[in-house]
């Protein structure tokens, strides 16, 4: 089946600071999203991005589908950004794949 | 309704019990899907619906898990002879068809002493 890679795993910034997290995939896919898993458990949709990018706020999100990756943006971070963020994947038309995720937290 | 729906939202049973978790996924959403996330773990892929219909079993962990759905909408997860492994939180999605954008309920914390 096919692998998600999510790369940092962790990530540690200051409040204001930019960051880029990366996701690698193995094959071609149709759906790509990211979410946001908040401290409390939540998962929030963040981006629905097979292809192309899409910004939303602080956020913004590119996926190269032709070279399997996608990256999440954040700018100018704030501590309310901390948790986890998952990329997902599919490419069987149903089964949306998780990678490990990348925690992130964001100190004052 | 307005967004997913799950319940319990906490359940405590001992080794050896029967459960079921519920999920009322958003109105009009034709797929559903089950994942489990362990401590601390990402989330694993358990099974997915269109409408009535489960294409993909594959990610049950045994015999012991079963899921259905019907009228194309709640689903119940049942876990039979629960094992203190099967401890994890459940989590359920609903989208407007395969391919499309997953949302999330809340979550059934399971806890198996």
């Known amino acids: 089946g096919i692998q998600v890679e999510q790369s940092p795993p962790d990530l540690i910034l200051q409040e204001g600071a930019n960051s880029t997290l990366r996701c690698n995939f193995s094959d071609s896919v149709n759906n790509l999203q990211w979410f946001h898993q908040n401290p409390w458990g939540q998962l929030i949709n963040l981006f629905y991005?097979?292809?192309g990018t899409k910004q939303n706020g602080r956020l913004s999100a590119t996926t190269v589908a032709t070279e399997r990756y996608s990256l999440l943006y954040i700018s100018s971070s704030q501590t309310t950004d901390s948790g986890v963020y998952f990329c997902a994947v599919d490419n069987q038309g149903g089964k949306l794949i998780f990678g490990q995720g990348t925690e992130l937290s964001v100190k004052p | 309704g307005a967004g997913v729906s799950q319940s319990p939202s906490n359940k405590v049973t001992e080794k050896g019990k029967d459960v079921e978790l519920r999920c009322d996924p958003i109105?009009?959403?034709?797929?559903l899907y089950w994942y489990r996330q362990s401590l601390g773990q990402g989330l694993e892929f358990l099974i997915y619906?269109?409408?009535?219909?489960?294409?993909?079993k594959s990610g049950l962990p045994s015999d012991r898990f079963s899921a259905e759905r019907t009228g194309g909408s709640v689903s119940t997860l049942t876990i039979q002879r629960t094992q203190q492994e099967d401890s994890a939180v459940y989590l359920c999605a609903s989208s407007g068809g395969l391919a499309g954008e997953l949302f999330f309920g809340e979550g059934s914390r399971l806890t198996v002493l």
């Open positions: 991005i097979p292809s």
């Open positions: 619906f269109q409408g009535n219909s489960a294409p993909d």
């Open positions: 109105s009009g959403h034709t797929a």
